[in-house]
DNA sequence: CTGATCTACAACCATTTGGTTGTATGTTAG
DNA sequence: CTAACATACAACCAAATGGTTGTAGATCAG
């Protein structure tokens, strides 16, 4: 059962997680790995070139950040990853593109001249 | 003059540092500052509870991952985003997502039972 | 039951990170 | 010219990161 997939606003300290659990490559790999399909944590930790205790910290990293969920399946735990979170990041960079984007937009503005739509004189007789 | 601004595609080492400077909240600040308008180092650093020093610091992580460039200006130094990075970390993401949607769209089509445009039997008779 | 497998976790180590202070250098204002 | 300002950079420190090995507990196969 699925819960909380994309609950909240982030927290500061949750989007600082979030990136920083994508700021290394074999974390990213493993959070392709785990879109593609679920997989147990020894399954990934196969693919990589460290130890399996390396693989398992940075599963756990994922997890902190809220990018992967385990599941318990006897005695393997499977990785299950959580696109909203993926999703709700690539948004917020939307978002601070967005930020310069109306920027330009109102330097456009002014460049232009006053649109002549809009009154901003304070002497208008009614 | 602007140069260079969307080139080649990111290396690892790259991302490792677009992501690894975004997980970090005075840096998205920082960042979401130089988006709203271009400011000189020491004008963000009063923005901040914290050294001169340690602005000129996450500026410069900011740089290394191609996220603004500085400019001198007299005897300023002016912060420039560069928002053609961010979006294109949002379009990693983005894929990200994608292979997921993928996934879940193949399990889709085994579920509703192989479409009939499909033939994959070897012994079809030329 | 026994042995192999999967996981969890602790302890340790080297490097990086995020902050500080202090010093030096260039630039502008007056 | 001189003083104030903006920057650069080095040295230092504590904490976090990314890796290792080792130990121990569950669970499954035979």
Redesign the pocket.
């Known amino acids: 059962m699925v819960v909380d997939q994309v609950p909240r606003d982030f927290t500061d300290e949750e989007i600082d997680?979030i990136f920083?659990a994508l700021?290394?490559t074999?974390?990213r790999d493993i959070l392709r790995q785990s879109l593609l399909g679920e997989q147990?944590?020894?399954?990934?930790?196969r693919n990589y070139?460290?130890?399996?205790?390396?693989?398992?910290?940075?599963?756990?990293?994922l997890e902190r950040a809220l990018l992967v969920t385990?599941e318990?399946?006897?005695?393997?735990?499977?990785v299950h990853s959580n696109p909203a979170v993926i999703r709700r990041a690539a948004r917020l960079l939307d978002a601070y593109e967005d930020l310069w984007r109306d920027r330009i937009a109102r330097i456009g503005d002014i460049l232009s001249g006053p649109p002549p739509q809009e009154n901003s004189r304070k002497d208008v007789a009614p």
Do not use: N
């Open positions: 997680r920083g700021a290394d074999t974390r147990s944590v020894s399954g990934l930790a070139a460290m130890s399996f205790a390396a693989v398992q910290k940075h599963v756990a990293v385990k318990r399946r006897g005695r393997e735990q499977i």
